[in-house]
C-alpha cells in the first residue's frame, strides 16, 4: 500500500472510530448504561473495577478500545507491514480520531453559543415589542 493511501486509511478510519467512541460517552442513546457506569465508578472500591467502568465514560479511553476493534476488522498496518504497523496504526488512529472528536466538540459548542444569543436576540425583541405596544396604548 502507497504511503498516500496509508494516509487517506487513516483519515477515512479515523471518522468512524470517532463516531462511536463519541455515540457510547455522550449521546442520548446511551445515557442509561453511561450513567450506571459513572455510578460504578465512583462507587466501586477497587481500582481495576472502577478504571474499567471509568473507560466507557470517557471518549479518549473509549477510543483506544474503539481502534483496537477497527485494527482487528481491517488489518490496517501504517508504514510498516509487520507488528510494528499495527503499533504505528494504533495510535496515530487514536489521535486522529480524538482530534475529529476535538473539531466535533467545538463546533458543537460554537452551535450552542450561537443559539443561546439568537434566543436572547429574540428575547429582546419581544420585550421591544411589548414595550411599544404598551406605550402605544
Not at 510494528?84 to 496515530?92: C, D, E, K, P
Request: proline share 1%; glycine share 2%.
Amino acid at each position: 500500500m502507497t504511503l498516500g493511501l496509508q494516509v487517506a486509511w487513516l483519515l477515512i478510519l479515523g471518522v468512524p472510530i470517532a463516531c462511536v467512541a463519541w455515540t457510547v460517552t455522550h449521546e442520548e442513546v446511551f445515557r442509561e448504561p453511561r450513567q450506571y457506569c459513572q455510578r460504578e465508578c465512583d462507587r466501586a472500591r477497587s481500582i481495576l473495577v472502577r478504571k474499567f467502568f471509568y473507560l466507557f465514560t470517557c471518549e479518549y479511553c473509549f477510543s483506544h478500545y474503539v481502534t483496537a476493534g477497527f485494527l482487528l476488522l481491517t488489518r490496517f498496518r501504517l508504514l510498516f507491514q509487520d507488528w510494528r504497523g499495527y503499533i504505528l496504526s494504533f495510535f496515530a488512529l487514536v489521535w486522529v480520531a480524538n482530534q475529529y472528536i476535538s473539531i466535533y466538540n467545538r463546533l458543537r459548542l460554537d452551535i450552542k453559543h450561537e443559539q443561546v444569543e439568537i434566543k436572547a436576540e429574540e428575547r429582546t425583541e419581544q420585550r421591544k415589542a411589548a414595550y411599544l405596544t404598551q406605550a402605544r396604548q
